[in-house]
């Protein structure tokens, strides 16, 4: 959900700089928004716990059963 937000400010703010200009692309409040929805988007990625694949499970529950 943050990802498809990011893309809809990102390209509304490439349609913008290509009718104005980007002489202040680094100030616009695009930008700040952007910026703020990438840090949250790695937060929440960052905190969700790896889940293993199918293979790996198996793998470890075979190895398990030869012991």
Do not use: W
Request: charge should be positive; glycine fraction near 6%.
């Amino acid at each position: 959900m943050l990802g498809h937000a990011i893309e809809y400010l990102a390209d509304e703010f490439s349609l913008e700089c290509r009718t104005r200009g980007v002489a202040e692309a680094r100030k616009h409040g695009s930008v700040v928004a952007i910026e703020l929805l990438m840090e949250k988007n790695r937060e929440v990625y960052f905190s969700c716990p790896v889940q293993l694949t199918i293979f790996e499970r198996m793998r470890g529950a075979l190895r398990l059963q030869k012991a």
